[in-house]
């Protein structure tokens, strides 16, 4: 009978999370213990507490398990077989799952590996507890200077953010425009990451002033309220007519694909990150920017949390977050879905002690 600790968990489907005690898990061969310095919550943690049955097992998940699914900590104990790491090191943990052997994952795309559809925190157990089991070690990353408190949020808002950008950064030439619909958690480290990897002119579109003030902060050249029908014109007169060449839709909804799409230009790229669940009923010749390209959400690679991390322990990007006590782990996910935190909320089991 191993030590019980705290942990946040669903336990049954369309029921709110209860904190509850169980085991803490014993590292197996090839398998890591965290304890937990922090781990962040996230707009997806709301979804999954209100799916239906059939959608979470279609994904292959079971109740009950963990949320949290940016999670940065210390190592606590190592199973058998695993090298490189030491118990104590500060780490964060890529956010997905992924089986370092399909297809996908030997050629670097583990993003994409066939096993993503559940994760640490998605249908497995999670960090929002005090130590977390991590099946395989290839999704843990040592930190240099950064505290592992802070550090979740980059696994999961800041990777994927990085991976879209990353992608569009060919088309970002001196002289080029690109634009960040949504400048919420994932649309702010857009807008850093695009200010520091390119020379791009950054125009984000948010409708909370608070949000296009901090977009400002962290680089943005032009803030834009929105998004609403006058969005396409609006971005379009920004950028001399033609449109920019690149699009970045953190926001995903119905206005934000009918009015960002047109506003690409030819040869340039529509990025649809945010999980709006929008869509689109429009004819799609002369709608898609001509020769352009459109791609989806597929969240970060382990190679984008490296570069992410480096480019934040080097002070090249802000990593705002606000600390919650796990007692006040409730609030936490209140003030995330009234809009009214400043930073990603990470909740910090280690105070709890
Ligand atoms: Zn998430
Ligand atoms: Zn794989």
């Given at each position: 009978?191993?030590?019980?600790?705290?942990?946040?968990?669903?336990?049954?489907?369309?029921?709110?999370?209860?904190?509850?005690?169980?085991?803490?898990?014993?590292?197996?061969?090839?398998?890591?213990?965290?304890?937990?310095?922090?781990?962040?919550?996230?707009?997806?943690?709301?979804?999954?507490?209100?799916?239906?049955?059939?959608?979470?097992?279609?994904?292959?998940?079971?109740?009950?398990?963990?949320?949290?699914?940016?999670?940065?900590?210390?190592?606590?104990?190592?199973?058998?077989?695993?090298?490189?790491?030491?118990?104590?090191?500060?780490?964060?943990?890529?956010?997905?799952?992924?089986?370092?052997?399909?297809?996908?994952?030997?050629?670097?795309?583990?993003?994409?590996?066939?096993?993503?559809?559940?994760?640490?925190?998605?249908?497995?157990?999670?960090?929002?507890?005090?130590?977390?089991?991590?099946?395989?070690?290839?999704?843990?990353?040592?930190?240099?200077?950064?505290?592992?408190?802070?550090?979740?949020?980059?696994?999961?808002?800041?990777?994927?953010?990085?991976?879209?950008?990353?992608?569009?950064?060919?088309?970002?030439?001196?002289?080029?425009?690109?634009?960040?619909?949504?400048?919420?958690?994932?649309?702010?480290?857009?807008?850093?990451?695009?200010?520091?990897?390119?020379?791009?002119?950054?125009?984000?579109?948010?409708?909370?002033?608070?949000?296009?003030?901090?977009?400002?902060?962290?680089?943005?050249?032009?803030?834009?309220?929105?998004?609403?029908?006058?969005?396409?014109?609006?971005?379009?007169?920004?950028?001399?007519?033609?449109?920019?060449?690149?699009?970045?839709?953190?926001?995903?909804?119905?206005?934000?694909?009918?009015q960002g799409m047109p506003a690409v230009r030819s040869t340039g790229s529509f990025a649809l990150v945010g999980a709006g669940g929008g869509t689109l009923n429009k004819n799609l010749w002369g709608y898609l920017p001509k020769d352009g390209e459109l791609f989806s959400f597929q969240g970060g690679s382990i190679r984008d949390l490296r570069e992410v991390i480096a480019l934040v322990e080097a002070g090249l990007v802000r990593n705002e977050t606000e600390h919650f006590p796990f007692s006040k782990v409730e609030e936490a996910y209140k003030r995330l879905d009234e809009g009214t935190l400043r930073g990603r909320a990470v909740v910090t089991p280690d105070i709890w002690l």
């Amino acid at each position: 009978m191993g030590q019980p600790m705290k942990a946040f968990r669903l336990t049954q489907w369309q029921k709110p999370p209860q904190l509850v005690e169980m085991e803490i898990p014993t590292p197996a061969y090839g398998q890591v213990l965290i304890k937990v310095a922090g781990a962040g919550l996230c707009h997806s943690d709301i979804g999954m507490m209100g799916m239906p049955e059939a959608m979470g097992r279609m994904a292959g998940w079971n109740m009950p398990f963990t949320l949290g699914h940016e999670v940065g900590g210390w190592i606590a104990q190592l199973g058998a077989g695993v090298r490189g790491l030491a118990v104590g090191d500060p780490v964060v943990l890529v956010s997905a799952h992924s089986c370092g052997h399909c297809h996908y994952c030997m050629s670097g795309h583990d993003n994409s590996c066939v096993e993503t559809h559940s994760g640490r925190g998605y249908g497995r157990d999670g960090g929002l507890a005090e130590y977390m089991l991590v099946d395989n070690a290839r999704a843990v990353i040592k930190l240099n200077t950064l505290d592992p408190r802070d550090a979740g949020p980059l696994s999961d808002a800041g990777a994927t953010a990085y991976h879209a950008v990353r992608r569009v950064l060919p088309k970002l030439v001196p002289g080029s425009s690109a634009v960040v619909i949504g400048a919420g958690g994932l649309g702010s480290f857009a807008i850093q990451f695009l200010r520091v990897l390119s020379p791009a002119r950054v125009i984000a579109v948010d409708n909370n002033p608070a949000r296009r003030a901090l977009a400002l902060e962290f680089g943005a050249h032009e803030v834009l309220a929105g998004v609403d029908e006058r969005t396409t014109a609006a971005l379009k007169e920004i950028t001399g007519g033609a449109g920019a060449e690149a699009v970045l839709d953190f926001v995903g909804n119905d206005i934000s694909l009918e009015q960002g799409m047109p506003a690409v230009r030819s040869t340039g790229s529509f990025a649809l990150v945010g999980a709006g669940g929008g869509t689109l009923n429009k004819n799609l010749w002369g709608y898609l920017p001509k020769d352009g390209e459109l791609f989806s959400f597929q969240g970060g690679s382990i190679r984008d949390l490296r570069e992410v991390i480096a480019l934040v322990e080097a002070g090249l990007v802000r990593n705002e977050t606000e600390h919650f006590p796990f007692s006040k782990v409730e609030e936490a996910y209140k003030r995330l879905d009234e809009g009214t935190l400043r930073g990603r909320a990470v909740v910090t089991p280690d105070i709890w002690l």
